[in-house]
């Protein structure tokens, strides 16, 4: 049974950081692609940040380039993200996904269940 298990969420100032994790098992973490989508209220769910396999390669929405970065424990099945700079558009239910044929192949991602990132003014 594949579970991905996402924390590190809460309520940050504008300016202010947080990092997420999320801790997988009942997969074959080394073999996955990873990544961090997040959906605001009323709105679809985006693609924030992904990862290859090894971790030699990211690709981030524009809208948090520089500011957010992906990473990975391929010996703790571990994918975190880093959040930097925060702003109140940032706010959302961040979900960690795997996908072992990677994000782009039109095969079903796994899921985890969402944290809450809020961001105040």
């Known amino acids: 049974q594949v579970q991905l298990v996402e924390s590190g969420g809460g309520l940050v100032q504008a300016g202010g950081s947080l990092r997420l994790s999320c801790a997988t098992s009942g997969l074959i973490f080394r073999l996955n692609a990873m990544g961090w989508y997040r959906q605001a209220p009323g709105k679809q769910r985006d693609m924030v940040a992904v990862?290859?396999?090894?971790?030699?390669?990211?690709k981030y929405a524009d809208s948090v380039k520089g500011r957010f970065t992906i990473s990975r424990d391929n010996a703790k099945n571990t994918v975190y993200l880093q959040m930097n700079s925060l702003k109140p558009e940032d706010t959302a239910v961040y979900y960690c996904a795997a996908n072992r044929y990677g994000f782009s192949s039109g095969n079903d991602n796994y899921w985890g269940q969402g944290t809450q990132v809020t961001v105040s003014s």
């Open positions: 990862i290859s396999t090894g971790g030699y390669s990211t």
